[in-house]
């Protein structure tokens, strides 16, 4: 009997200490003190000679747009950043993160979590990250195929994991930077603002401009609504973070809102 309270005294404590970890994890990531550390882990998702040699010449200028795009946002919101991200680039993992179960219920997701947090914590004992990353995504490369769909990223709040598929060239780079922000957001604790079965953008809080009269066009994403609704039935895919914002719900889910009352409350 003893022993058994012991155990489920154990397992209390070991799911209090995960809870604590991940609420520390999320204070710390949505504090925006300090540029918030990123390492950005390449993966040739082909295999292919053409995403090696790109990958040879990636360097981190590429996603100074995300960085700017943040910094920007945040400004329209009272927060004054100076840098919103410290990224920097680790040497390419080798392998490829277990599979998301498509339409698996909720204990399938969970499990394919929990692999993908094991496998990511592997590929950082394998290689080395570039310094105490906060936030790791892995960037999924493939070659640029005319009408080629990629397979769905996606960004864990838990564990502060992301996995995303871009195309790689030079040309694809701002278009990229649109989905690896949207996912890099996810981590932090944005929720998606589109419906899943037609990828429209939901209203009001999926809309750049929610206010705007008429309605359609809109000329703008919502960065977590994903895309530009151009009319009632049709959204388009953002080409650069130039046509993104951040909306009043999405800021208030990474807390913008909360740093910029802490920044001007001392
Ligand atoms: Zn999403």
Redesign the pocket.
Known sequence: MAFRRIRILVLLGLLAIVALVHFGEQYLVRSWRAPLQVAIVPINGDGSETVSEYLQHLNVSAFDDIDSFLEKQASRYGLKLSGALDMRIAPEAHELPPAPPFGGNGLQVAWWSLKLRIWAWRQEKNGFLPHPAKVRLFLIYHEVEYDKELDHSLGLQKGLVGVVHVFASKEQEAQNNVVIA?ELL?TLGAT?KYDLSTSLPTYPNGYADPGKQPLHPQYEAEI?GGRIPRSADHAEMPKSLDQCMIGADTAHEINFSGAFHRQFSR
């Open positions: 949207h996810h998606d977590m």
